[in-house]
């Protein structure tokens, strides 16, 4: 049995739950969500096509959801949809199970992985017993989980986070449309030595080089990816990361996000 998983994410945690995902099925292909995006369609040879994404202020990145639509299973496939998040999935997974049900597909399984949060505008990084528990838990549910796909088992469709509330919709979607604007005033220091590390990291393909410059497009999603990874911390919004501890994922490297 093959399988495929794509992945969005920022500070690794959905690469690895898609990795560790892939080591207990073996046979299985992990790709950035970004391969969606010059190719729709879904080979024949994937018997399960996995998508784990994080949940962003309630909802996947609005990348996810553009890398999702359209896409073009075959009658057999099987889908399969992961919020890996920090605790409210919010809406997460009808985000992207509304992509594939626009595809005429239908979902047969749907998780929610709860690992550290990344938001370094907010706050730093968890304390090391957190996250060392909760990747310990991820990896017991992802058993489960391939279990599940081997088994061809089917599960009621997940409902919304339990600490999501419709009242908080406009303050959410609030918060995604100023995504692109805040990315865009990201700021680099002197302390940047051009190695490109967050070019290579972006999900979004939002940063890029020039004159020797690090520069900031106007579609970032907001996984903090470049600021996390940075390893001269060069890169800040408003100062706020300055004091704040770097968080990623501790079985990913930064070279494993390496998408260019
Ligand atoms: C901008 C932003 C907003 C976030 N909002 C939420 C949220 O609403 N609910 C939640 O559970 N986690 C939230 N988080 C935490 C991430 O969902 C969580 O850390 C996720 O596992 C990160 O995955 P990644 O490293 O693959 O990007 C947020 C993180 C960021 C960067």
Known sequence: MKSVIYYFSGTGNNLAIAKQLAKELGETTVLPMSELVQNKMISDEYEWVGFTAPSYFSHVPPYVEECMKDVSYNEKQKVFLIAGCGGNRGLAIQDMRKQVYNSKKEVDLEYMVMLSGSYILSYGSFPMWY????????YKKIHKMALDIKNGR????LGKGIFYKTKYEAAVQHSIANYAMIGKQFKVSDKCSACEACLKICPVGNISLTDGKITFGDHCNQCMGCIQWCQNHAIDYQGKAAKRKRYHHLDVKRQDLFQR
């Open 154 to 157: 089917k599960r009621k469709p």
């Open 131 to 138: 996250q060392k528990f909760f990747i310990k838990q991820s």
